[in-house]
């Protein structure tokens, strides 16, 4: 199996974890987030802070839609 071979089978098992994380824990990962959030808006001064926002929704998105493509891979195969 090749380099790239391997590094796709890693990323898609994180995948499916991260889904699995989103799926059972929406209250800790949309903390997590907040908090990464904060974390940088206070370290930027706030000079970013629409940025930061931006990237927050944008990542809140995309944990709900790996904790839906979850719901529904398992759902099809019940």
């Known amino acids: 199996m090749s380099f790239m071979d391997t590094l796709k089978d890693k990323l898609g098992l994180a995948k499916s974890k991260a889904g699995d994380a989103a799926q059972q824990h929406p209250d800790k990962v949309d903390s997590g987030i907040d908090k990464a959030s904060q974390t940088a808006d206070s370290r930027t001064g706030g000079k970013h ?7 927050a929704d944008k990542t809140r998105d995309a944990m709900g839609n790996l904790g839906d493509k979850g719901r529904q891979d398992s759902g099809g195969q019940a």
């Open 49 to 55: 802070t629409d940025r930061i926002d931006t990237g």
